[in-house]
């Protein structure tokens, strides 16, 4: 199983970016996806996270940080996870990666057992 993530890039203050994380391989139906992010000198922390394709409810988390700015949304027939970013903030400069695992608690990075390589999201002006 590979995750690639993708989109990252240079954007202003309240600018928009969307994310995406494409899976590769076979991927159980019970794997959730997560966005973590990680900022020079800062620990990796959670962004987002979708619940498992197996989930009906299409269950969704997000950081207090991100609430009410950013969405998770997945395309089941593109096996792709997006992260559609609004109202951008330069705090929000990260490198941001996607991992599918089966999450007990799904800011635990250590509960995920695939990684992406990250990409990278600057906002400045």
């Known amino acids: 199983v590979q995750l690639q993530a993708s989109g990252g890039g240079l954007v202003q203050p309240g600018g928009s970016l969307k994310l995406s994380c494409t899976v590769s391989?076979?991927?159980?139906?019970?794997?959730?996806i997560g966005w973590f992010r990680q900022a020079p000198g800062k620990a990796r922390e959670g962004v987002s996270c979708i619940g498992a394709v197996s989930s009906s409810d299409g269950t969704t988390f997000y950081a207090d940080s991100v609430r009410g700015r950013f969405t998770v949304s997945r395309d089941n027939a593109k096996n792709t996870v997006y992260l559609q970013m609004n109202s951008l903030k330069p705090e929000d400069t990260a490198v941001y990666y996607c991992a599918a695992g089966q999450p007990r608690i799904w800011t635990h990075f250590s509960d995920y057992d695939y990684w992406g390589q990250g990409t990278l999201v600057t906002v400045s002006s």
């Open positions: 391989g076979t991927l159980s139906n019970y794997y959730g």
